[in-house]
């Protein structure tokens, strides 16, 4: 099974998935966004387009967007949750070892350059960000940032998150050219979840490259 297929086809998906599930649906979906969001292993799971789809399935009344919203939105805040505190115990370790066996270290790195540019408020910006959300938490514990202070934060950004996927896909999900060109709608939102990233990338990679040439 492909799983570009999977992420570019989720309509498909999901669809067999709550007729094979019914109500056992909302467990898969709760499993699902807590793993991407609590598992450092587990960055490549679609989050944003999960969402919108499970969002435009509930228009359709095939799901309670209502359900989907409390239960995903406590995916997301005990994920990030899990993922703080397995920083803080074994994230130290995970930086010593030059390469990880099921994750890449550059990828805390990156993380890592997030937060001295935003601070604690990138556990919150990163819920809109690929793999960053999954490493934030991680790399929040590893700095011992305050854990009632990451815990406000991870509720703000866990609960917005939500709200703006699944609630957009319940507003927009049933328009006609969104049906019609469903697997476009999902890439345009993989592509425009990417774009900060590719940006900060490529300002932090200028500003590396201008920095060795006055130095």
Known sequence: MNPLDI???????LDVLIQRFGLGTYAVLFLIVFSETGLVVAPFLPGDSLL???????????????????????AAILGDTVNYWIGYHVGPKVFRQKKGLFFRKEYLERTRIFYEKYGAKTVMISRFLP??????????????MSYPRFFLY????????????????????????????FSLVILAIII????????????????????????
């Not at 866990?158 to 049933?174: C, D, K, L, P, S």
């Open 52 to 74: 919108f789809a499970a969002g435009t399935f509930a228009s359709r009344g095939s799901l309670s967007v209502f359900v989907l919203w409390v239960v995903l939105s406590i």
């Open 192 to 215: 425009i979840s990417f774009l900060p990233l590719v940006w900060e990338y490529l300002t932090h990679h200028w500003h590396a490259k201008n920095y060795e040439r006055k130095h």
């Open 131 to 144: 793999i960053i959300r999954t490493f934030a938490p991680f790399v929040a514990g590893i700095g011992r």
């Open 154 to 181: 991870n509720i703000v950004g866990g609960i917005a998150w939500v709200t703006v996927f699944i609630w957009g896909g319940y507003w927009f999900g049933n328009i006609p050219f969104v049906q019609k060109n």
């Open 7 to 13: 992420i570019l086809h989720l309509d498909k998906y």
